[in-house]
């Protein structure tokens, strides 16, 4: 089964998509597609395309910027303002295909804007010095990567005007004056990009200057003090001005600060401000929404983000840690809307012989919507013995397996990429193969007379998905299969 060619555009975001991917009641001759725009919904702007010299590295087949795009990760580490921690996992690493892989949490950490006395400065204390020793300092402790790049790459951001760099430089130069002040004082970026100032133990606040081009408006109930802002600098103990803060995964600089060369223009990211297209009783932009919409392609828009290797992968897997963050912690603060879940919380504190019963209904209680968690796990379990109890054992199980030369996905790479660059169109790709298996089997029934099936998705080592389904016949065809001259009909194996 060969999908076709990409070539369908969204008539509201002019996005590119497969016919199939057409929602269920849209017309061939009239497609209408939600998962980019949301029918016209979803009013972005697009990422711009990278400046000149980062356009080029990315582009040409000369041998400094196919190494150039290998070690894309770390140039952009090397030029980030913020630093990321995870555990980045290494299975499937000794051979063959690799993807980025993660074990855990995944934090957004800013560090000090001073540096330590013995220590070299690094992330965004190397923007306060001069550009030649700021780039020495990222060599020495990147010796794998190119001095001239990363000089050039340094040039671009200060030429592109890129303004973390003023903020930060603001923010450290208050600091300096304000350095002998008397009592606690720190310095913040809060939701609506300004700094801001905190003096004394109850925490006044004097607003610093800061450019127009870096604010946003955020309704006034996220726009109030909170844990969404980033502190930038610390004083009044003996180890607070050194220490790590980690950035709140809604803040409108989470992405950009740490991905430089993705946005080496400063473009921010999802906020609470942001809104759906149109009068809507619900009309806020989720970030799921947000992120959705950019990574579908757009004619004069190939390269951001799609043209970033292994970045994008990074960029991914922070994307998804970052919306699974966000619905986590939506759970935890609407508890009260889960009642039910929290009754049967105490059933599965008992079944777990909590001794101290004093905590049931403070637990954080996970639903059956979050995909993944205990309750899914156990309602996906229960179904499918279900089943069984009603239509007995299987009849076949089937794997289905993405294959990364499928034509749908070699048209689509940008040159010089694998499929592994294009994590967004394999997944595409099999989501709508998958599609057309489920069909054969219900509506064709290819092996038979369909009941029922159970299924899961895994991915392999090298990050590529597959299925596993367990299919479940009518009786007589079922014992059909026992023959083995039906299933030649299906399956041979050549000497």
Not at 336 to 348: E, S, V
Request: with cysteine; hydrophobic share 35%.
């Amino acid at each position: 089964l060969d999908l076709g060619p990409m070539n369908i555009r969204c008539d509201n975001c002019q996005a590119r998509h497969w016919i199939d991917e057409r929602t269920s009641s849209s017309r061939t001759d009239q497609p209408r597609f939600e998962t980019c725009c949301k029918h016209g919904d979803i009013v972005l702007a697009l990422y711009p395309s990278p400046p000149e010299y980062l356009r080029l590295l990315l582009q040409e087949g000369s041998a400094k910027s196919r190494q150039f795009r290998k070690q894309l990760r770390a140039y952009d580490a090397a030029l980030s303002f913020t630093s990321l921690n995870c555990t980045v996992s290494d299975r499937g690493a000794l051979g063959g295909v690799n993807c980025f892989q993660i074990h855990r949490e995944l934090y957004h950490l800013q560090g000090p804007l001073d540096t330590t006395s013995g220590r070299a400065p690094r992330y965004a204390q190397l923007y306060f010095y001069d550009p030649v020793y700021a780039t020495n300092t990222r060599q020495r402790a990147n010796p794998e990567l190119d001095r001239d790049i990363l000089r050039h790459l340094l040039d671009m951001l200060h030429e592109v005007a890129n303004p973390f760099i003023q903020l930060y430089l603001t923010a450290r130069e208050r600091l300096q004056t304000n350095q002998h002040a008397n009592g606690p004082s720190r310095i913040i970026l809060n939701p609506q990009m300004r700094l801001v100032l905190e003096e004394g133990a109850d925490r006044r606040r004097e607003n610093l200057p800061t450019s127009d081009e870096v604010a946003v408006i955020i309704p006034d109930e996220y726009g109030n003090p909170s844990r969404r802002d980033i502190v930038l600098a610390e004083r009044g103990g003996s180890t607070d001005q050194q220490r790590c803060h980690c950035i709140d995964v809604t803040h409108a600089v989470y992405m950009p600060l740490h991905y430089v060369l993705l946005f080496p223009y400063g473009d921010l990211g999802w906020h609470y401000g942001m809104q759906l297209h149109g009068n809507r009783q619900r009309d806020r932009l989720t970030l799921r929404q947000h992120l959705r919409f950019h990574l579908h392609v757009r004619d004069g828009h190939e390269l951001v983000p799609f043209a970033y290797g292994r970045l994008f992968q990074q960029f991914l897997v922070d994307a998804w840690a970052t919306c699974d963050q966000y619905q986590l912690d939506w759970y935890r603060t609407h508890q009260a809307n889960l009642r039910t879940d929290l009754y049967n919380g105490i059933a599965d504190a008992l079944a777990r012989a909590d001794v101290d019963l004093s905590s049931v209904g403070r637990r954080v209680i996970l639903p059956s919507s979050y995909l993944g968690g205990a309750r899914f796990i156990g309602q996906c379990y229960q179904d499918s013995m279900a089943i069984v109890r009603k239509l007995g054992r299987p009849s076949l199980f089937i794997t289905f397996t993405a294959n990364p030369k499928w034509d749908e996905i070699t048209r689509e790479l940008l040159p010089g990429q694998q499929a592994t660059d294009r994590p967004d169109l394999v997944a595409r790709v099999f989501h709508l193969k998958v599609k057309h298996l489920l069909h054969d089997l219900k509506y064709e029934q290819i092996f038979g007379q369909y009941c029922a099936s159970v299924w899961t998705i895994e991915y392999q080592k090298r990050g590529l998905p597959h299925l596993h389904l367990l299919l479940f016949l009518d009786p007589s065809d079922r014992d059909r299969l026992l023959d083995p001259a039906v299933i030649d009909r299906f399956i041979c194996a050549d000497g």
